[in-house]
């Protein structure tokens, strides 16, 4: 049980486009979801907090307008990679809770994002 | 600054023997903490958690030690295995005015030999 689907695993993108990364609780549902980055050998950064029909919190840093989230149901949370540059290029984990828990997280597999 | 950290980037061992990775915080506050496992490519897998409330807590071939008044949590593997090969981070769980939120460690590169 618990578990987390993302799409796509992996997508190359040319600088400028757009590209939306899908979070997907499988067997549960969740009211709140996270994205993470992760850049390579380095740890996992919050990113965003996403709740199920409200507004996503975003942590300090973090352009909203660039890394646009909407969580529409209790199921699924999409990150969308505005305008994308090589910087962006990272590796993006979603997480979600269990509905009615606060704390044990459980983690998708990741999307591999390379902006050329 | 609060903080979590691990001590040691990279821990070698042979097959067979016992794994100790460490990780020291600094929020005395905090009252959950989990350590994940993140092989090459893969998202964080959840091994094993402990509230602030316990001093230990066992899983199968792994135990998770926590010394409050130092500060710090160590992972336990017994018999580490060429499948235990990957980064562990430990994570704490915080609660925020945004709610509950993870930080997570550095990571340590647990490498098999065999």
């Known amino acids: 049980g618990a578990v987390v689907s993302q799409h796509p695993s992996w997508v190359i993108c040319k600088s400028g486009t757009s590209v939306k990364i899908e979070c997907r609780s499988l067997d549960f549902q969740a009211t709140t979801m996270f994205w993470y980055r992760q850049f390579p050998k380095q740890s996992l950064m919050l990113m965003a907090t996403s709740n199920e029909g409200s507004k996503a919190t975003y942590e300090q840093g973090v352009e909203k307008d660039k890394f646009l989230i909407n969580h529409a149901s209790l199921t699924l949370s999409t990150l969308t990679v505005t305008s994308a540059h090589p910087e962006d290029s990272s590796f993006y984990i979603c997480?979600?809770?269990?509905?009615?828990?606060?704390?044990?997280?459980?983690f998708g597999p990741g999307t591999r994002l390379t902006v050329l | 600054g609060e903080s979590v950290g691990l001590h040691l980037p990279t821990l070698s061992v042979q097959e067979g023997d016992n794994s100790i990775i460490n990780c020291a915080y600094s929020?005395?506050?905090?009252?959950?903490f989990i350590w994940y496992k993140q092989e090459s490519g893969k998202g964080p897998q959840f091994i094993i958690d402990?509230?602030?409330?316990?001093d230990k807590r066992q899983g199968q071939r792994v135990t998770v030690l926590l010394n409050k008044t130092v500060k710090h949590l160590s992972l336990q593997i017994a018999a580490t295995q060429p499948g235990d090969s990957a980064v562990y981070f430990c994570?704490?769980?915080?609660?925020?005015?945004?709610?509950?939120?993870?930080?997570f460690g550095t990571g340590t590169q647990l490498k098999v030999e065999l």
């Open positions: 402990i509230r602030s409330n316990m």
């Open positions: 929020n005395s506050a905090s009252d959950y």
């Open positions: 994570a704490e769980n915080r609660l925020t005015g945004g709610g509950n939120k993870l930080t």
């Open positions: 997480s979600a809770l269990l509905a009615g828990r606060t704390d044990t997280q459980y």
